[in-house]
């Protein structure tokens, strides 16, 4: 079986590389160190496809280190025991760079048996990551490494290596490649910043066309129908996935809803309907709320049909919702409210119940003022009197305070009329 195109063209040196100028750029810190020659232990994490390994392999090549890679999916501490032993070996005399791909995947057992080799400095470890590191890398580890975060590509650059890729296959195949405009800009943007994945695209367009008269046409409805959905990056249980879902939330509570249709659109493409409905009712009671109540069953509505619809029309009642949201004033009132009403609760800041408010029928014979004396406010003007709710040791406790919108000022005018 061949090579992939992406292995193929993987860059040789730093300058060969696309993207990361924010870390390999002339005179940036990663550059720096590298030409130093002085290899910290290092963690790179960012998405798949933008350059980790390759600059791992070009720093083993650079620094003249015997590079060993492994993948945290298959290895395990027997394998980071081979790679010590190596170090007798002429191999490896300037030291040994293991780099660790997926580290996430070691466990808390394993990444500890890497730290007593790179702490003796017996190796120099370079580990990469998809996740957040600070959430899977074992603290020690993380302590003793300097993380570098990768970003994905844009479509510039990754134009660069769309055409590198073109002109690969045609030197390699001896063909002529006859290429429709708007395939190497729909490509260098479909691909979401991983340059392997775009260099797969190239690959699979060449392929798939057929050579006439010595002259391969690659059009633009081929190129699209190859990288169909390849623009996603996403995970149930991965960064991209919390990411895509707060920034749908944030979007909606910053009233922009070009940015709340947009996530609501990623969402809905990967098939993740239960994440759209669920935040979109969090969003409509949290930062909507007391602002426009009638918001609540009208999203419920729109849920509800949504998911009784299925995709792809769910997408209608959703679309409406969401824009809804963003257009209503915003409120979160009775957020603030509930959440230090719970924390009174959870550090029992409470007390006993008044005992005009007891579920009581009777007395004690211990009790020597018998009953209850509560009042009972429809009997009162305004359906409203003066009597205390909250237990003694909190009764001046303020948890609701009115917002700035027409609905709750108009609540307040109201109720300041009455209380008077």
Request: charged share 25%.
């Amino acid at each position: 079986m061949s090579e992939p195109l992406a292995n193929r063209l993987r860059p040789k040196t730093i300058d060969e590389m696309i993207g990361q100028s924010h870390l390999i750029g002339k005179g940036k810190p990663l550059r720096n160190i590298i030409n130093s020659g002085e290899l910290p232990n290092m963690v790179f994490y960012g998405p798949p496809g933008t350059g980790k390994t390759t600059l791992a392999e070009i720093i083993a090549k650079q620094t003249d280190r015997y590079f060993v890679k492994l993948n945290g999916t298959t290895a395990g501490t027997g394998d980071i025991k081979d790679v010590v032993a190596a170090l007798d070996s002429l191999m490896a005399a300037n030291g040994i760079l293991l780099y660790l791909d997926e580290i996430q995947y070691f466990n808390k057992k394993q990444q500890q048996t890497l730290l007593e080799y790179i702490e003796n400095g017996q190796i120099t470890l370079i580990a990469s990551t998809t996740e957040n590191p600070y959430f899977y890398v074992y603290s020690a580890i993380l302590s003793r490494s300097n993380v570098f975060e990768f970003k994905s590509v844009t479509p510039d650059d990754i134009s660069i290596a769309v055409k590198r890729g073109f002109d690969k296959m045609s030197s390699e195949r001896n063909e002529k490649y006859d290429i429709e405009n708007g395939v190497i800009e729909h490509i260098s943007t479909a691909c979401a910043g991983d340059v392997r994945k775009s260099l797969n695209s190239v690959e699979l367009c060449v392929l798939s066309t057929e050579l006439i008269d010595g002259v391969k046409k690659i059009n633009l409805e081929n190129a699209k129908a190859l990288t169909q959905k390849s623009a996603l990056r996403y995970d149930k249980d991965a960064d991209e996935h919390y990411d895509i879902i707060s920034a749908f939330q944030k979007s909606m509570r910053g009233s922009d809803p070009n940015a709340a249709v947009h996530y609501l659109a990623r969402l809905l493409e990967v098939g993740d309907l239960p994440s759209a409905c669920r935040r979109l009712m969090v969003c409509a009671s949290e930062d909507v709320g007391l602002a426009y109540p009638q918001i609540i069953p009208i999203v419920k509505a729109a849920v509800d049909a949504a998911l009784m619809l299925g995709l792809p029309e769910a997408r209608i009642p959703l679309a409406d919702a969401v824009i809804l949201v963003c257009n209503c004033p915003k409120s979160n009132s009775a957020y603030e409210a509930i959440n230090t009403a719970m924390d009174d609760v959870k550090n029992g800041r409470t007390g006993p119940i008044p005992r005009q408010l007891q579920n009581k029928h009777f007395d004690g014979e211990d009790n020597q003022n018998k009953g209850q004396f509560y009042k009972y406010a429809h009997s009162f003007p305004g359906h409203w009197v003066d009597q205390q709710y909250l237990p003694d040791a909190i009764k001046e406790k303020k948890y609701y305070e009115f917002g700035d919108n027409k609905n709750e000022q108009a609540a307040k005018e109201y109720w300041s009329k009455i209380k008077k």
